[in-house]
């Protein structure tokens, strides 16, 4: 049966896509290794630490076999330093997204996220990963206990959220851009959320601008088409 | 280069097969759902993914009965696991199905035109549009069509100016994630170029290749569509 | 356009002023004179389709076009003016359900840059305050409720996308709490 969904991916599904980004836990209970359908999982020793996939991670969670460590962004100092980021330094564009690894070898698939380890306890505390608010949101339902503060945490990423959507909407004026606009720095879900408006609006914009558009085409076959060499970065400002 | 290309270069990575078929079939899975046109079938993926879920399926079977409990919560880890899986599939596979049904007829030129080793539709896919245009086509002409005068009963009219045969909109907005660097891109027909690197997000519309080369080469580079946007061009 | 889109069929169907430069023969009937024929002169408001048809086909032997089309009302500069002025505040609805599609159709038809351009800033200042209604539900029913009627097909479609995208993320932050 065909899929009544249209283009665009539902809340639940990046959130299901999230579900797959590694956190650490403490296991509190042994289990054997297991030959999982996305590869092999190695066995749990208390108090090892471990990296899991976050849909397993809450699944021991909620059996009470393992605790969670939080990744380090997800506390109340990153988080506040972040958002006076995104409210001060920055009132235009996003905190600037997590440093990448080294770029793989030429042979290698690049990983994107979620399979980029950016919420295990090493990650870096002073960024937002692309599934910072999904990830933050489940994580304090499902392990609130495994906080030190999780009522400030919780503060914290709804002013985040206000700061970065009121960004988003304000952003109108950017998507005539010819071509595209970068908007390095935006989230998973906040995609989710604004996807269906920006595309409406650089839709709408693109039909009004078609007969323009097409009829620099025709000049363009008409006389051949010679690239300027003038380099205009149309970064904008929704980095 | 698709996706089997791609996994058939990566022999000397140390990442188990499994691990890389989930990454790969993730990154199916979302460019289908954002991108309004259909996209080439990942046939070996989708071979050794499905073979591994019906032998978890296999597995499952045997062990459920089992009273140890150790044995029980692994059974439970991997049950989750192999629901998580069978969505992924059965999504990637609807939504190709929405496709389909929405633009039959322009998909099954495309398909006969695609090139063997790179078929745009699997097998099945491919029986399942046949047989659907046949059962409409006979439905459509004997409820009303064979009532039209003759040059009035086709339904892929090209006269007139527009074609019967319906398209997804190929030039609608899409969101990219860029995983290589990807270099200066041009915006056809302005002066406009813009620097496209790995980790950037873009929103994008109307592109066409700059010195990146290949007219695909978002479908290969940026493929992996942020988690939404309509489409990766 | 594709063949079976709705709203291009309604937006082809608008009315245009046209003018005939020729006398033709027989097609008094536009202009309600059933056996007549339609004389050189003539100002009739005819369906978006047909007057660029006609609009289109030239006489044989002069080259002459058999009508010139006219901007629609809705597309007056007087509306245009209104436009520039305050985008926000002129009633697009009762101008024409689908104005933006036919503005992009006459646009086909006539060269002109600055209807491009009001045209593309009024879409996007409504976008801006339609971004906001989508997300303040309440706003659209109090004093937004104008501007929100005077929306044409386009933008109520914007508005009812961003506002399901809107609800659906609330619809999911509720759901993990049970």
């Known amino acids: 049966m065909a899929l009544p969904l249209p283009p665009g991916l539902t809340p639940p599904e990046i959130a299901f896509i999230c579900e797959m980004e590694l956190v650490t836990i403490i296991p509190r209970q042994r289990l054997e290794g297991l030959e999982l359908l996305g590869g092999p999982l190695k066995p749990l020793n208390p108090p090892q630490r471990a990296s899991l996939p976050l849909w397993l991670a809450l699944l021991l969670k909620r059996q009470r076999r393992a605790n969670i460590i939080p990744p380090p962004w997800l506390s109340p100092d990153s988080l506040a330093a972040i958002l006076q980021f995104e409210t001060e330094s920055s009132p235009d564009a996003f905190s600037p997204p997590p440093r990448l690894p080294p770029p793989p070898s030429s042979t290698t698939i690049p990983l994107s996220s979620p399979f980029l380890p950016s919420s295990t306890a090493d990650a870096p505390a002073d960024a937002l990963p692309y599934h910072w608010l999904e990830l933050g949101s489940m994580l304090l339902e499902a392990a609130p206990d495994d906080f030190d503060d999780a009522d400030e945490v919780r503060k914290l990423l709804r002013g985040l959220r206000e700061a970065r959507m009121a960004k988003l909407r304000q952003g109108v004026e950017v998507l005539d851009a010819g071509g595209g606009f970068k908007m390095n720095g935006v989230g998973g879900m906040e995609l989710g959320e604004a996807r269906s408006f920006i595309t409406g609006v650089v839709d709408g914009l693109r039909k009004i601008g078609k007969s323009r558009e097409e009829a620099r085409r025709e000049r363009e076959r008409e006389n051949g088409y010679s690239p300027s060499q003038n380099y205009e970065d149309d970064e904008m400002d929704m980095r | 280069m698709d996706i089997d290309d791609l996994l058939a270069e990566v022999a000397v990575d140390t990442t188990p097969q499994e691990t890389r078929d989930l990454q790969a079939l993730t990154r199916a899975w979302v460019a289908e759902r954002v991108a309004p046109e259909m996209l080439a079938w990942p046939g070996s993926l989708m071979e050794r993914v499905l073979e591994r879920v019906r032998r978890q399926i296999e597995l499952v079977e045997d062990q459920t009965g089992s009273m140890d409990p150790k044995t029980n919560f692994k059974l439970i880890v991997i049950q989750t696991e192999l629901e998580r899986f069978k969505f992924l599939v059965r999504s990637f596979l609807r939504s190709r199905l929405r496709k389909i049904d929405a633009h039959p007829l322009h998909i099954l030129a495309l398909h006969t035109d695609a090139d063997e080793m790179h078929p745009l539709l699997s097998p099945a896919e491919h029986q399942y549009l046949t047989s659907h245009q046949t059962l409409l086509s006979t439905h459509y002409a004997s409820s009303f069509l064979s009532q039209f005068p003759s040059s009035l009963q086709r339904l892929d009219d090209t006269t007139g100016g527009i074609s019967m045969v319906d398209k997804p909109d190929e030039d609608a907005a899409v969101f990219v994630r860029v995983l290589r660097d990807v270099g200066e891109v041009a915006v056809e027909g302005t002066e406009k170029r813009f620097e496209m690197k790995r980790g950037d997000v873009w929103k994008m519309y109307d592109i066409t290749p700059g010195v990146a080369g290949s007219d695909r080469w978002a479908r290969d580079e940026g493929q992996n569509a942020v988690h939404s946007g309509e489409r990766t061009k | ?178």
């Open chain 3, 1 to 178: 356009m594709t063949y079976y889109d709705v709203d291009a069929i309604l937006t082809d169907a608008q009315k245009v002023p046209c003018t005939f430069e020729l006398t033709v023969p027989g097609l008094g009937f536009l202009e309600g004179n059933m056996s007549g024929d339609i004389k050189h002169g003539s100002k009739v408001e005819l369906p978006l389709w047909l007057g660029e048809m006609l609009a289109l086909s030239q006489s044989l032997s002069t080259g002459t076009p058999l009508v010139s089309l006219d901007h629609p009302p809705a597309l007056s500069p007087r509306v245009l003016n209104a436009l520039k002025a305050d985008a926000r505040t002129v009633d697009l609805r009762a101008l024409v359900p689908h104005f933006y599609n036919l503005g992009a159709r006459v646009l086909e038809l006539f060269e002109e840059e600055e209807m491009i351009e009001v045209l593309s800033d009024s879409f996007k200042a409504r976008a801006a305050v339609i971004a906001d209604q989508a997300h303040n539900p309440r706003g659209a029913l109090g004093e937004g409720a104008d501007f929100m009627r005077g929306l044409d097909e386009n933008e109520r479609q914007l508005f009812r996308a961003s506002h399901d995208s809107a609800k659906a993320v609330r619809t999911w932050m509720t759901d993990i709490k049970t």
